[in-house]
């Protein structure tokens, strides 16, 4: 088994992004093999539970209401409807339900709220995960006593380029939150995003933050920005394919126990580079029509992606049978019942 390291230093992180692109792919496969099953990929499901309208000024962003965009605003979802695609969810072959509000931080109002629909949904034999901004310890703990497994909070990118993104909250928030988070005993989903007008330093620096967590994140999603019209990065130059399989590579290599989410962006991805990405390490995807503000593949097309590699849906050992056959062959929520669903 790969060793966990938390002393990683930006030079090693260099030299290890940078090796000959044949010899980082088969370093990352290897270590993924002795970690994960190299054929199962976890399958997540991501809902916007109140959508636009965010304080925060994050620049890729649709969500901000610093910018304007095409996106409609929504109100908190009613619990019964986030139950609903929930179950809709599991019935396609999820197994983790992930909820996202466009909040800078849940408010007091907000929670029993939250935390019903954390208990409803983990009623239904799914993994839960939710990702409301920041949070303190307080908030922490009341979603830990809820039952939440997962609590997603991104760094976005390095310490360094973070300024050129965020102006709204600090770098040490992002970090706060996520002691937090590890305070109440809850799983850390942290990652970043890619291609928003970074150096190829900042890349290196986002992945040595993560990997030099004091534990470092179960789950890691790697996002390729999704240019939206109205955001000040509607215009950034598009990021290197082969760039981000490498980003890819070098987090499976440091990360060696984590799951390596491809998350948004994939809908400007083919089926040979979400292979390689596969082949890379990565081994958790979002499924269905709309992450949480744009688009995500085809969720028949990622099942066909799948069965083309020899591919299945990781099961989890308290998900039914008849859930797990009907990921390989159900197709998603009808169209109306599909708006539900957004990119992240």
């Given at each position: ?237 598009d990021l290197d394919h082969f760039e981000f399989i490498r980003t890819i590579a070098t987090a ?16 400007a991805m083919n089926e040979q580079m979400q292979s390689m990405c596969f082949f890379a390490g ?63």
């Amino acid at each position: 088994m790969a060793t966990v390291r938390h002393d990683w230093t930006y030079e090693e992180v260099k030299a290890l992004f940078n090796m000959p692109f044949n010899d980082l792919l088969f370093k990352a496969a290897s270590i993924h093999r002795e970690n994960f099953n190299p054929n199962e990929v976890q399958i997540s499901t991501l809902l916007s539970i109140k959508t636009g309208a965010c304080p925060e000024d994050c620049k890729y962003c649709p969500q901000s209401a610093h910018y304007k965009t095409d996106l409609d605003r929504e109100r908190l979802m009613e619990v019964e409807k986030v139950v609903e695609q929930a179950r809709l969810a599991r019935s396609k072959g999820a197994t983790r339900f992930c909820m996202g509000a466009a909040w800078s931080d849940p408010k007091d109002r907000d929670m029993p709220y939250i935390s019903k629909m954390v208990r409803e949904v983990k009623e239904l034999g799914l993994e839960t995960c939710m990702t409301l901004g920041m949070l303190d310890n307080e908030k922490a703990h009341a979603l830990r006593d809820a039952g939440l497994d997962y609590y997603n909070h991104n760094l976005d990118t390095s310490p360094e380029y973070y300024q050129q993104i965020i102006t709204t909250r600090t770098y040490q928030d992002r970090l706060d939150t996520l002691d937090n988070v590890r305070d109440a005993g809850m799983k850390v989903c942290s990652g970043g995003i890619v291609g928003m007008g970074e150096q190829a330093g900042d890349r290196y620096g986002l992945l040595m933050q993560l990997a030099n967590l004091p534990k470092q994140p179960e789950s890691v999603p790697i996002n390729m920005l999704v240019k939206v019209k109205g955001t000040p990065l509607e215009d950034v130059e598009d990021l290197d394919h082969f760039e981000f399989i490498r980003t890819i590579a070098t987090a499976r290599i440091m990360m060696p126990h984590s799951y390596v989410r491809l998350s948004a962006g994939r809908t400007a991805m083919n089926e040979q580079m979400q292979s390689m990405c596969f082949f890379a390490g990565a081994n958790s995807i979002f499924y269905g029509d709309k992450l949480l503000t744009t688009e995500n593949p085809e969720a028949d097309a990622d099942m066909n992606l799948l069965k083309k590699l020899g591919m299945n849906p990781e099961k989890r050992q308290d998900y039914s049978d008849e859930a797990y056959e009907a990921s390989l062959s159900s197709k998603i929520a009808d169209k109306a019942t599909s708006e539900l669903f957004y990119e992240a």
